[in-house]
T-cell receptor
Framework: QKEVEQNSGPLSVPEGAIASLNCTYS??????FFWYRQYSGKSPELIMS????GDKEDGRFTAQLNKASQYVSLLIRDSQPSDSATYLC????????????FGTGTKLQVIP | GAVVSQHPSRVICKSGTSVKIECRSL??????MFWYRQFPKKSLMLMAT?????????EQGVEKDKFLINHASLTLSTLTVTSAHPEDSSFYIC???????????FGPGTRLTVL
């Protein structure tokens, strides 16, 4: 059973601070990792994808991947109230029908 | 990124009726489409995976005779909730990917309310 674990939160950070969201996964052969943002009542929106160890930066977002530790994280710099949402970590299996396993999400609250 | 649409965005129906939800990839060919269900304040639950021209693969516990999935073309998949009951009320979301995109792109979702 493939598992993707996230702390459900809520994670509360003040506006302007760095929000750090963490995710661990159980399947060592997983190769593709994604972060999605989901606002209440809306569908998930892709923020970042990362495939190799290290950091990947896109604007205020940085994804970090450590395959040896089976750990992926998302940093949000200069957090804004509009960043308040649930962040879903997703891991893609090799081959097959390209199914993605989602974590249960971490709710982020950015306090003005 | 790629665009996925869903129709309708919201539907209210009487118990016992069937409801069809359409999922379309607008600017790419989706070799695989996924159907999810999400209850309030809960995580996404994958219902089934469909590939164009073949039968859908259903997740454990999902009744294939109740949730009919058809993936007739590379841009369209449909989910039909047959004989809907109030417990089927949920947020249904489709997603798609392709040989070009490694990521899954989600449609906006369909909120189903069964009275």
């Amino acid at each position: 059973q493939k598992e993707v674990e996230q702390n459900s939160g809520p994670l509360s950070v003040p506006e302007g601070a760095i929000a750090s969201l963490n995710c661990t996964y159980s399947d060592r052969v997983s190769q593709s990792f994604f972060w999605y943002r989901q606002y209440s009542g809306k569908s998930p929106e892709l923020i970042m994808s990362i495939y190799s160890n290290g950091d990947k930066e896109d604007g205020r977002f940085t994804a970090q991947l450590n395959k040896a530790s089976q750990y992926v994280s998302l940093l949000i710099r200069d957090s804004q109230p509009s960043d308040s949402a649930t962040y879903l970590c997703a891991v893609k299996e090799l081959g097959g029908y390209q199914k993605v396993t989602f974590g249960t999400g971490t709710k982020l609250q950015v306090i003005p | 990124g790629a665009v996925v649409s869903q129709h309708p965005s919201r539907v209210i129906c009487k118990s016992g009726t069937s409801v069809k939800i359409e999922c379309r990839s607008l600017d790419f060919q989706a070799t695989t489409m996924f159907w999810y269900r999400q209850f309030p304040k809960k995580s996404l639950m994958l219902m089934a995976t469909s590939n164009e021209g073949s039968k859908a693969t259903y997740e454990q516990g999902v009744e294939k005779d109740k949730f009919l999935i058809n993936h007739a073309s590379l841009t369209l998949s449909t989910l039909t909730v047959t004989s809907a009951h109030p417990e089927d009320s949920s947020f249904y979301i489709c997603s798609a990917n392709s040989a070009v995109y490694n990521e899954q792109f989600f449609g906006p979702g369909t909120r189903l309310t069964v009275l």
